[in-house]
């Protein structure tokens, strides 16, 4: 088995078709062909940096307002999980805790890890870091959930001198971080990982 | 629009799109006809794994089969049996609930006496009027504006290889921006948040649910189903193919 690059073709990324003319613009769908992603780890590494940058703010302000008779109450994503809790709705808690603090986080380390194995040629196991790329690129789109609960409230709970909630400065940068960090996980060139080893299999697996 | 009832595609025009691309996307040079048919004969015969670049012989599929990359075990060919219908079934439906989603109202919330009914719009106008401009755009773009853009790209590309219409650059730019919003489309996400914003909201007032909600709902449910009904693979070798 060859890989494309042993073979002097290159993949188009957006349509798939295989060319002998790496660098050249897609004679299919217009997109430029490479051979790799150029500079993909840099741009990982500058999204993922804007991403934790922004995750910061985001926790640390607070991400709605209540506004009512009795004074404003602001709320971060912390403060809003341990109300859920004290209301018994655990479930909804731990929804929001794992969308908006498990995964953004594991998302950090699972990319960052991803690039340093492969900047620092560590020999780990190829199909475990493509299981662990495909994981982020699936889930960290979820993570946009408490931005949607906040501007559902915003919206809706909005009856004037009695009680209305605003949205925290918070809510933006835990948005961009979101957006920042998939842009990240988008940036990774998944053929980085099976550069390094050694293919033997033969043929495809066709199968139903 | 001029139909162009050729099978494949219509090389005179191939030549205006592509110099019209050029324009679009700065390069100069269109590639010449023998240029695509070499490009189409490569592609025939060989195929590569978009995770880990392996070279594969391009396997002749029946009709639901699909192959898996032996190195990485991505699929990386499928041929959905009736795709192009189904897509389109599945676009026309998601429009109409689209329509739904976003013109009837949403929530309706009363507490004491005081009562607001909105749609998804006006929850929008409501973000964007109370200065928070970055949230009502970044809502808009994710669960009205790129599902909208979508369901209308995907229902253009799988009415033309449906009617086996020349399926030449037009429908490779539309499915290449489809592919691309496909992460960005986020009414999933949006559904889930305002469940938990309910049950957030739940002592404070009483909430109920307009027909845009289940609208919503059955949207979100057509979507996934039409974004499974899509086979890249079969549609992006029918804009390669050069007669």
């Not at chain 2, 928070?132 to 599902?147: D, Q, S, T, Y």
């Amino acid at each position: 088995m060859k890989t494309a690059k042993q073979a002097g073709l290159a993949r188009c990324g957006s349509c798939g078709t295989l060319t002998d003319r790496p660098g050249e613009t897609c004679t299919v769908c217009g997109a430029k062909t490479y051979v790799r992603r150029p500079n993909s780890l840099q741009r990982v590494w500058a999204f993922w940096i804007a991403g934790v940058l922004a995750y910061i703010p985001g926790n640390v302000m607070p991400i709605m307002v209540t506004q009512s008779v009795a004074g404003d109450s602001p709320s971060t994503i912390i403060s809003g999980v341990i109300a859920l809790i004290h209301h018994g709705s655990f479930e909804i808690a731990a929804v929001i805790f794992i969308a908006s603090i498990v995964v953004p986080v594991s998302k950090f380390i699972i990319i960052a890890w991803l690039a340093l194995s492969i900047q620092r040629g560590w020999g780990l196991s190829e199909h475990r870091r493509h299981l662990a790329h495909e994981a982020v690129e699936l889930i960290g789109r979820w993570s946009m959930i408490d931005v949607f609960v906040v501007a559902a409230l915003a919206a809706l709970i909005q009856v004037g001198a009695l009680m209305s909630i605003l949205p925290g400065a918070g809510v933006n940068a835990f948005a961009v971080s979101v957006i920042f960090t998939m842009l990240s996980a988008m940036s990774f060139d998944t053929r980085l990982i099976w550069d390094g080893s050694t293919p033997e299999a033969e043929g495809l697996n066709v199968g139903h | 629009m001029r139909r162009i009832l050729t099978p494949g595609c219509d090389l005179g025009r191939v030549d205006e799109m592509t110099r019209f691309w050029g324009r679009i996307f700065k390069q100069q040079a269109p590639p010449s006809v023998a240029r695509m048919r070499a490009i189409d004969h490569l592609n025939r015969t060989l195929i590569a794994c978009p995770a880990c670049d392996a070279v594969w012989e391009r396997p002749t599929l029946a009709p639901n089969e699909h192959a898996k990359c032996k190195r990485c075990h991505t699929t990386i060919l499928t041929n959905k049996h009736r795709s192009a219908e189904r897509t389109v079934a599945f676009m026309v439906a998601s429009l109409v609930l689209y329509a739904v989603a976003i013109s009837f109202p949403f929530m309706r919330m009363e507490r004491s006496g005081l009562s607001n009914e909105i749609s998804v719009i006006d929850a929008i106008a409501i973000l964007a009027n109370n200065s928070m401009v970055i949230l009502a755009m970044i809502c808009a773009g994710l669960i009205l504006l790129f599902p909208l853009l979508r369901i209308i790209l995907l229902l253009f590309v799988g009415l033309s290889l449906f009617r086996k219409q020349s399926t030449a650059r037009p429908h490779a730019l539309s499915f290449r921006l489809a592919q691309m919003l496909e992460p960005w489309t986020m009414a999933e996400i949006f559904m889930i948040g305002v469940i938990v914003s309910l049950v957030k909201v739940g002592k404070l007032a009483d909430i109920s649910l307009g027909p845009a909600f289940w609208g919503m709902a059955a949207l979100i449910v057509i979507m996934a189903f039409g974004a499974s009904a899509v086979c890249r693979d079969t549609i992006w070798h029918d804009i390669r193919r050069v007669p």
